[in-house]
């Protein structure tokens, strides 16, 4: 199977950038397509980002403009570049991936964007 680790998460102001990495290990030259995800306190799971092997990438439709996923290493590795961040997008962000019909999710890296 596949073993998703993300990094990169902190606190920021309002305004600011982080820079988010999935690092992917396992079985990653199955991996089609990795995702992001995030869940605010309270609040469902919701979609961010997802990005293909053959560099598809698509976007929430609020997010577009202010996030950009990327991938290098084939896909080992995903980054989720977050800009312009709003006290709205604190949450714990996830990634994703599905092989075999079955979910692989990392643990998860905590944003806190401060106003």
């Known amino acids: 199977q596949v073993q998703l680790v993300e990094s990169g998460g902190g606190l920021v102001q309002a305004g600011g950038s982080l820079r988010l990495s999935c690092v992917a290990s396992?079985?990653?030259?199955?991996?089609?397509?990795i995702n992001w995800y995030r869940q605010a306190p309270g609040k469902q799971r919701e979609w961010v980002a997802t990005?293909?092997?053959?560099?598809?990438?698509n976007y929430a439709d609020a997010l577009k403009g202010r996030f950009t996923i990327s991938t290098d290493n084939a896909m080992n590795t995903v980054y989720l570049q977050m800009d312009s961040l709003k006290p709205d997008d604190t949450a714990v962000y996830y990634c994703?991936?599905?092989?075999?019909?079955?979910?692989?999710w990392g643990q998860g890296t905590q944003v806190t964007v401060s106003s």
């Open positions: 396992g079985r990653t030259f199955s991996i089609n397509v």
């Open positions: 990005i293909t092997t053959a560099g598809i990438t």
């Open positions: 994703n991936t599905k092989l075999w019909g079955i979910n692989s």
